[in-house]
């Protein structure tokens, strides 16, 4: 290797350090070169062509959690190291030692690094060879990057990718569960998989009023009897608190209680209350078998597990309250209490009750009782069920029973249940004998609960995608972690909180209002000088929200770090409406911050306005960078705002 190759391979080393020159030998032992390397916070250190350490700055000796040992240690300042799979790893074969036995850089390795105490540190080394001043071999530098932070942003965005599946999975089983079973079982997965207890269970008040089992998993029979019917709240409560226990020893339970699930050997444990109809119906329970810290993230996770589960509660009475009014309707038809019909079938006439000409939407003139105008009311749908199931009844008897949809000629759609039997005189039919009943809002029922459900499945996946595309933005371009972490937290936040006033107005819509005050609020000082907000009360539907609440989000915190909201003296006004005929605007002033400089690049805030309001809206975003504050003006073609509703 000429001297040209090694200085460009040092070249190479430098850029994590930030220098502009390669360090020679001679230049590493000048005290400038020296002192520079001391004060670095990343760990460097380096040996002589033998591997021996020679230099190791204060960071080096943090980062090995010992003091190295200068002309003894060899190829590493750890004390050990592994494989990134937990293989031990020699020190020499670690990075620093290939370096130096090839005379060449190593990058791209990744190691672990054992401290003496026992904790392991995953690092990304950077081992360079160094020449002196003829060009001569003289050993080598390391520089050892701390991947801990990386790792730990990493496995977040994983877990909330992970988190966000289990929810998936869990709306996609609770759709199509069949039974009372089949959704608590679908619970339980979901509360192991998102929450990553140890054990849960579903406990349901029963129609006495006591909480009892349905569904547990790794628990004993003697912990269910012994806690069996034990609740923090009765069926009558409202909007009752889920309950978070860190450590059950620490807590102020009963002492029976803590005998309880201490013997069980669980440490921590957490209530989370199912509600119905704005009643506690219920709950479940997780359950950790060392004490645990409950982070505002699970408890969020927790709670909106609760509200799905609560809401496939209540879906399944509903239809087991439908099945059980049908079947009191079958009942009745078979007492004669409904609309009865009977069809001569020889001399094609129908009789009918007086409650069947409303069900049909007709008067009585309008009925010729003949078996065709009977048939022309059957929905074109339902038709060829109707005179399928008739056909059957005819020829072999088989049962009528079908559900029809009728085309009322007053203009209405109904469905009837109705069912029948055939009178015969030997083989041959002559008479078929029934009776119907509405069944109209049921189906109804059942149509919109189709479409509920489906709603939340696309809402779920929509999530999804949006926090997969803020995860990657957030870390895609940031300058360190640290900053992508806390960026990445305050969008979900601001996701969060917007779906959290979408949950509120039952997904009817968010007043632009309440938009802005969620964002602004937090920096308002005491007497409100700093903010000004007006405009005529409007909501937007969920889609608009959404992008709106984040759109707002990156304004509100550009303003906080850069913009008018870092002085005392800084104020942001904003307003909207829409002049006669022309479009519906929104303008974000700010005023008496730091002199304005435009951005040269554009950031995932930038980004944000300028395209996804431009895709999901058909909006456009004026940014103005004057030198004494932003200001933003949005606009929305009056199309756009088609979906917004003026404010409650």
């Known amino acids: 290797m000429g001297t040209g190759d090694q200085m460009a391979s040092l070249d190479a080393f430098n850029q994590p350090l930030g220098l502009k020159a390669a360090p020679t030998l001679e230049l590493l032992a000048t005290p400038d070169y020296r002192t520079i390397l001391d004060r670095l916070p990343s760990a460097v250190y380096t040996t002589d062509t033998e591997g021996t350490l020679t230099y190791f700055n204060p960071a080096a000796a943090e980062l090995a959690g010992r003091e190295p040992r200068l002309g003894t240690d060899k190829w590493c300042v750890s004390w050990k190291l592994h494989h990134p799979d937990g293989r031990p790893m020699p020190l020499s074969d670690c990075p620093m030692a290939t370096a130096l036995r090839e005379q060449r850089p190593v990058r791209g390795v990744e190691i672990i690094a054992e401290r003496p105490n026992g904790e392991r540190v995953p690092v990304l080394p950077f081992p360079t060879p160094f020449y002196d001043g003829a060009g001569r071999f003289a050993g080598a530098i390391n520089l050892l990057v701390d991947l801990s932070r990386l790792k730990a942003a990493e496995r977040q965005v994983e877990r909330h990718a992970s988190e966000q599946a289990a929810l998936y999975r869990f709306t996609d089983r609770l759709y199509r569960a069949t039974s009372d079973e089949d959704v608590y079982a679908a619970a339980l997965d979901a509360i192991v998989d998102a929450l990553g207890c140890d054990r849960a269970s579903v406990l349901m008040f029963d129609a006495r009023g006591v909480l009892r089992f349905v569904g547990s998993r790794g628990l004993s029979e003697t912990y269910c009897r012994a806690v069996d019917g034990h609740s923090p709240w009765r069926p009558t409560d409202t909007d009752p608190a889920p309950i978070f226990i860190d450590d059950i020893l620490a807590s102020t339970q009963s002492e029976a209680l803590k005998q309880a699930v201490t013997a069980e050997g669980i440490s921590a444990l957490a209530f989370i209350p199912l509600v119905s109809d704005g009643r506690v119906v219920g709950k479940f329970m997780t359950y950790h078998d060392k004490t645990h810290h409950f982070s505002e993230a699970e408890r969020a996770l927790a709670v909106t597990i609760a509200r799905q589960l609560g809401f496939a509660v209540a879906k399944r009475r509903t239809e087991t309250e439908l099945r059980n009014s049908l079947e009191r309707l079958k009942l009745a038809t078979e007492a004669g209490k409904v609309g009865l019909w009977d069809w001569d079938i020889p001399g094609d006439r129908i009789l009918w009750t007086d409650s069947l000409y409303g069900l049909h939407g007709i008067d009585k003139g309008e009925f010729t009782q003949t078996f065709a105008d009977w048939v022309g009311m059957v929905h074109p749908e339902s038709r060829g069920t109707v005179l399928g199931a008739i056909d059957r009844a005819l020829k072999d008897d088989a049962p ?234 949005i606009t929305l073609p009056l199309e756009s705002t088609e979906g917004a509703q003026p404010g409650r």
């Open 400 to 633: 009528y029973d079908v559900e029809v949809r009728t085309a009322g000629r007053d203009g209405r759609d109904t469905w009837l249940y109705t069912n029948a039997v055939v009178l015969r005189d030997g083989e041959r039919p002559v008479r078929m004998v029934g009776a119907a009943v509405d069944i109209t809002s049921r189906k109804q029922a059942e149509q919109q609960r189709d479409l509920l459900v489906a709603e939340l499945s696309h809402r779920v996946k929509n999530t999804l995608a949006t926090v997969v595309s803020i995860a990657r933005q957030s870390f895609g371009k940031t300058a360190t972690i640290e900053t992508a972490r806390k960026s990445f937290e305050g969008r979900l936040r601001a996701l969060a909180q917007t779906h959290t006033r979408l949950a509120e107005a039952n997904w009817g819509g968010v007043p632009l209002a309440t938009l802005v005050a969620d964002e602004l609020t937090p920096y308002r000082v005491e007497d409100g000088s700093n903010l000004s907000v007006e405009g005529p009360a409007i909501s937007f539907t969920a889609k608009q929200a959404v992008v709106l609440g984040m759109a707002l989000h990156e304004l509100a915190t550009n303003a906080a770090k850069y913009g008018a909201l870092t002085t005392k003296a800084g104020r942001v006004a904003v307003h909207w409406g829409d002049a006669k005929g022309g479009p519906f605007t929104i303008e974000w002033r700010e005023s008496g911050g730091p002199p304005v400089v435009a951005p040269q690049h554009s950031g995932f805030g930038r980004l944000l306005l300028e395209r996804a309001l431009a895709a999901d809206l058909r909006g456009a975003v004026a940014l103005d960078f004057r030198p004494e504050g932003l200001v933003c003006r």
